[in-house]
């Protein structure tokens, strides 16, 4: 199989006409409708996640509250849910949203680091 490619003559080609290479400076992209891109997103796909977890405010062991250790309870924004007993200290572990507590995943008497989660809501 043989192929002919006619020869191209480049020396006509003026600065700047299409096709033409040339060097591309920041100030020369532009974006012709910065808002198209959130425009796709909002007839794309989208992914409700209602479940939420609840961090440990620093690390230590985990007392969770005698009445939030069950599932199914129902609790409020900033709710104490349990304490983390650190060195010397203990601190809150209160929850940022209300909810439904569907469980907890750090035991009693668990050492837990600082940000680790240690329970978990459904949002409504």
Do not use: C, Y
């Not at 959130?38 to 609840?54: C, F, N, S």
């Amino acid at each position: 199989v043989q192929i002919d490619v006619a020869p191209t003559d480049l020396s006509s080609a003026a600065e700047g006409a299409p096709g033409t290479p040339r060097e591309v400076g920041p100030g020369d992209v532009t974006v012709a409708d910065p808002h198209a891109r959130d425009a796709h997103l909002a007839h794309g796909e989208r992914l409700g996640v209602p479940e939420r977890v609840i961090l440990a405010p620093i690390a230590g062991s985990f007392r969770p509250l005698a009445d939030q250790a069950g599932n199914g309870n129902d609790i409020d924004e900033k709710q104490v849910i349990g304490f983390v007993e650190g060195q010397g200290h203990s601190a809150p572990v209160q929850s940022p949203f209300g909810g439904l507590l569907m469980g907890l995943m750090a035991h009693a008497g668990e050492r837990v680091r600082e940000g680790q989660p240690v329970a978990w809501i459904r949002v409504a």
